[in-house]
């Protein structure tokens, strides 16, 4: 089985930075796509961001100019620059993985979300 564990969500002011990061791990052959997700209470969980194996980029409308993904590849990890924070930004964050566990078998894993929270 693969695992995604994300880090770095929490409290942050309108105007300020956070960056969140995820981690796969376990069996893992290939890992292709990786993105970001949101979900705010009460609404669906909405795209933010992917970033394939390559390096190509997607951004959601809502944060294009403020928000950044990358990723390691050599660490399995996926990273997002939330910039200029938002009172609308409060979400939980999810990882996603679409992962190849061998020639096979590929799978799509989540994380277990983080919380962000723009308050001031």
């Known amino acids: 089985q693969v695992q995604l564990v994300e880090s770095g969500g929490g409290l942050g002011q309108p105007g300020g930075s956070l960056r969140l990061s995820c981690a796969a791990s376990g069996r893992i052959f290939r890992i292709n796509a990786m993105g970001w997700y949101r979900q705010a209470p009460g609404k669906q969980r909405d795209l933010v961001a992917t970033?394939?194996?390559?390096?190509?980029?997607n951004y959601a409308d809502s944060v294009k100019g403020r928000f950044t993904i990358s990723r390691d590849n050599a660490k399995n990890t996926v990273y997002l620059q939330i910039n200029s924070l938002k009172p609308e930004d409060t979400a939980v964050y999810y990882c996603?993985?679409?992962?190849?566990?061998?020639?096979?078998?590929?799978?799509?894993?989540w994380g277990q979300g983080t919380q962000v929270t723009v308050s001031s």
């Open positions: 970033i394939t194996s390559g390096g190509s980029t």
């Open positions: 996603n993985a679409d992962v190849k566990t061998d020639w096979n078998n590929r799978y799509d894993y």
